[in-house]
């Protein structure tokens, strides 16, 4: 537990080889995913899981040899947008856990996908 927040899971940014020496941490808890990133300038980032839309993973040949992957978000969130928990160990696991928090969560708040389609569209 840290800061009052307790963590389902954490992990850094990986480099190509797979090993953690990048300055970007991730963290999940059971309702929030947070990113931080940077060295002599710190950037913390959290995105509320039921305004992440969709999830999928990619991993390319170096990334399956070294056990990493890269998971793809599309949030609703408009501080981050669409971005991407890159190079994180056992990816697969990972992408299942968020994607069963995010249900969870937008069951909890009875938000569906419709919500977030076409605040823009006034023409209609």
């Known amino acids: ?55 999928s993973l990619t991993r390319t040949l170096s990334q399956k040899i070294f056990g990493i992957g890269t998971i793809k978000v599309s949030s609703a969130d408009k501080t981050l947008g669409d971005f991407e928990i890159k190079n994180v160990k056992k990816p697969n696991e990972v992408k299942e856990c968020l994607s069963g928090l995010v249900e969870e969560n937008r069951e909890k708040k009875r938000v569906s996908g419709r919500e977030y389609m076409g605040d823009d569209d006034e023409d209609l």
Do not use: C, H, Q
């Open 1 to 55: 537990m840290e800061n009052g927040i307790e963590f389902i899971w954490k992990d850094r940014k990986r480099n190509a080889l797979g090993l953690p020496w990048t300055f970007t941490k991730y963290s999940l808890s059971a309702d929030r995913l947070f990113i931080e990133s940077g060295l002599l300038k710190t950037v913390e980032n959290e995105v509320r899981l039921y305004r992440i839309l969709d999830l």
